[in-house]
């Protein structure tokens, strides 16, 4: 595989070549890797930014509903949408499979878009560079809108927000006392509540389960990277298409704000650190599961429930010994 014409084809669109440089970026293997971090270099800097999405809510909320139609709607406006999905559950069981392209028909035939589904995975750090990566190829491919699809699952949605430039959270119409089950940090972490189902006799409770997060989301600290009015509600029907327009208006509008006052690269740059110092940490750990230091660890280890050392004495050797610290 020549990368540097994977990277020319990726650069013109190619659709095909986009889904094997994916291919290449989900394997665990050591040579694609290096084929990977290669053609990642080759397409830095190619000044091409989209606008990423995070999105996250319970299974049966209308993720997939919301995703075909308020994707639908973009690329009727001639923007060109990817979606792409981070499943925290390695058994995928029936229902809750992200970014299932038989979920999404329209918009899976839309030549304007591009479905990618969520690959069976190993461990959620795995994922966060293989998401990320693949967030890299849709942008220098030239798409203006990635959707990054998330289940909640708190981790999985940290993991979401801190890749996206605008965080969603999906929502059912609900009484009063399941308000309180949404955490408060992923309240925290979302730009826009999406009260979705808001149509026929489900209307009303939308509107009033709109109005009641309304007013948590006023109680939450303003945040600086915030215009006025914002955390906020609205109303939406997947379902019936309705509201996709305001939403996506409300995203604008927040996405330029952004960018008007620097918080936009600000956060892509803390978004860039916090991914390298996250690297660096994988990297650590799984030192310490490969020999020699797993070994060296188990010998320490031994000596230390003998009485032989003490824990601290024992690290401190293990760090100086083998991690050169
Ligand atoms: P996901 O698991 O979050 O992806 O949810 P789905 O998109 O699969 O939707 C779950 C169920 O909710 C399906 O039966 C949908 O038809 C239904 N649903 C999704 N959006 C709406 C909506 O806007 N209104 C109504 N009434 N039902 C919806």
Redesign the pocket.
């Known amino acids: 595989m020549d990368m540097e014409d994977m990277a020319q084809r990726i650069l013109a669109g190619e659709r095909r070549a986009l889904a094997r440089a994916i291919t290449l970026v989900e394997s665990g293997r050591e040579d694609h890797r290096r084929l990977a971090a290669d053609l990642l270099e080759r397409l830095r800097g190619h000044g091409r930014e989209a606008l990423r999405i995070g999105m996250s ?1 319970t ?8 995703i075909e139609s308020f994707g639908c709607m973009l690329t009727e406006q001639g923007l060109k949408v990817a979606v792409l999905a981070v499943d925290p559950s390695s058994a995928r069981s029936g229902g ?1 499979i992200l970014g299932d392209k038989t ?1 999404m028909e329209r918009l899976a035939r839309d030549p304007n878009a591009y479905i990618r589904p969520s690959p069976s995975q190993s461990q959620l750090g795995g994922v966060a560079r293989r998401t990320r990566e693949a967030i890299d190829l849709c942008e220098a491919a030239g798409f203006d809108v990635i959707l990054i699809e998330t289940v909640g699952v708190g981790q999985s949605e940290t993991m979401v927000a801190e890749m996206a430039d605008l965080f969603l959270l999906l929502l059912a119409p609900a009484g009063g006392d399941e308000l309180q089950g949404v955490k408060r940090g992923i309240m925290e972490m979302a730009d826009i509540l999406l009260i ?2 808001a ?2 006799a ?1 209307k009303t409770t939308a509107v009033r389960t709109c109005a009641d997060y309304a007013g948590a989301l006023r109680l939450l600290r303003k945040r600086p990277q915030d215009p006025q009015g914002f955390p906020k509600a609205l109303t939406v ?4 298409e309705s509201g996709m327009d305001t939403a996506w208006t409300e995203m604008q509008a927040l996405a330029e704000w952004r960018r008007a006052h620097g918080h936009f690269v600000a956060r892509r740059a803390a978004q860039a650190r916090y991914w390298f110092e996250a690297e660096v940490r994988e990297a650590l750990l799984s030192r310490l599961k490969r020999e020699p230091v797993k070994g060296a660890m188990r010998a320490l280890a031994g000596q230390v429930e003998d009485g032989d050392l003490s824990a601290t004495a024992a690290a401190d050797q293990l760090m100086r010994e083998y991690l050169m610290m």
């Open positions: 809510g299974p049966g909320v209308g993720k997939s509903t919301f809750s979920r979705n189902k149509d026929g489900l029907s997947a379902v019936e």
